[in-house]
């Protein structure tokens, strides 16, 4: 299973940015689906999660800015970022949990995409 981000770059402060990430291999199903970023000498943090159930957690200072949503035929991670703040400035890691098949096999997938890089200029 691999997990591929896009849809980052340098936007305006007060801009938008819809960041995708796309799961791919023999995927069964997937749980839990999330947005992490990082920014230099700082741990990564979650912004924001979804589950299988469709229900949404976003951390506070994201609240009301980003929406996080996921189409579950196409196994693709969306997050809207809009009234983009230069503090939204960051490495953005979309995160998945899941099942896949291997031959007859199921076993459990905790898989990273290789991040995209967010820049907000004031």
């Known amino acids: 299973v691999q997990l591929q981000a896009s849809g980052g770059g340098l936007v305006q402060a007060g801009g938008s940015l819809r960041l995708s990430c796309a799961a791919s291999?023999?995927?069964?199903?997937?749980?839990?689906m999330d947005w992490y970023r990082q920014t230099p000498g700082k741990q990564r943090e979650l912004v924001a999660t979804?589950?299988?159930?469709?229900?949404?957690n976003y951390i506070d200072s994201v609240k009301g800015r980003f929406t996080i949503s996921r189409d579950s035929a196409q196994n693709t991670l969306y997050l809207q970022m809009n009234t983009l703040k230069p503090e939204d400035t960051a490495v953005y890691y979309c995160?998945?949990?899941?099942?896949?098949?291997?031959?007859?096999?199921?076993?459990?997938?905790?898989?990273w995409g290789q991040g995209t890089q967010v820049t907000v200029s004031s």
């Open positions: 979804t589950t299988i159930d469709g229900s949404t």
């Open positions: 995160h998945a949990v899941g099942r896949y098949r291997k031959q007859l096999r199921f076993y459990t997938f905790d898989r």
């Open positions: 291999g023999s995927i069964v199903n997937i749980n839990n």
